[in-house]
């Protein structure tokens, strides 16, 4: 009897390339998340998170310096990408709370702007 290995070398192949293509995303490059993190907590700065987020933002920052701690830690660098990713997380949503703050802010100016409007035309009416 002969013993064929042909259906193996294509479940190996098929193996070998789920490895491949998940090896990248198992061996995070923590330069990349590091300065994904660091752009992050710059655009939630800029969107003035300090004001409408604070706690978030300075959560992100120890975060981000966390992440750049442990990076620069040869026992902790494993860690590094998974921090940064979280404080990338934290600035992002520091950020989008403080445009919503904005947003809002900005919606009940305007609808004081239209009750305003609202009345001087009605003022004007009545004359």
Same mark, same amino acid.
């Given at each position: 009897?002969?013993?064929?290995?042909?259906?193996?070398?294509?479940?190996?192949? +098929?193996?070998?390339? !789920?490895?491949? =293509?998940?090896?990248? $995303?198992?061996?995070?490059? #923590?330069? *990349?998340?590091? /300065? %994904? &993190?660091?752009?992050?907590?710059?655009?939630?700065?800029?969107?003035? +998170?300090?004001?409408? !987020?604070?706690? =978030?933002?300075?959560? $992100?920052?120890?975060?981000? #310096?966390? *992440?750049?701690? /442990? %990076? &620069?830690?040869?026992?902790?660098?494993?860690?590094?990408?998974?921090? +940064?990713?979280?404080? !990338?997380?934290?600035?992002?949503?520091?950020?989008?709370?403080?445009?919503?703050?904005?947003?809002? /802010?900005?919606?009940?100016?305007?609808?004081?702007?239209?009750?305003?409007?609202?009345?001087?035309?009605?003022?004007?009416?009545?004359?």
């Amino acid at each position: 009897m002969t013993v064929s290995f042909a259906y193996l070398s294509r479940s190996l192949c +098929a193996v070998a390339c !789920a490895l491949a =293509l998940s090896l990248p $995303a198992m061996a995070q490059d #923590a330069g *990349a998340e590091l /300065a %994904a &993190a660091a752009v992050a907590v710059q655009r939630a700065t800029d969107a003035d +998170a300090d004001q409408y !987020a604070f706690e =978030l933002i300075a959560t $992100a920052r120890n975060g981000l #310096a966390a *992440a750049q701690a /442990a %990076a &620069a830690d040869r026992r902790q660098r494993k860690q590094a990408p998974l921090l +940064a990713q979280r404080a !990338a997380v934290e600035a992002d949503l520091a950020r989008v709370l403080s445009e919503e703050a904005v947003a809002n /802010a900005d919606l009940q100016q305007r609808r004081a702007e239209i009750v305003q409007l609202q009345r001087s035309l009605g003022g004007e009416g009545a004359r």
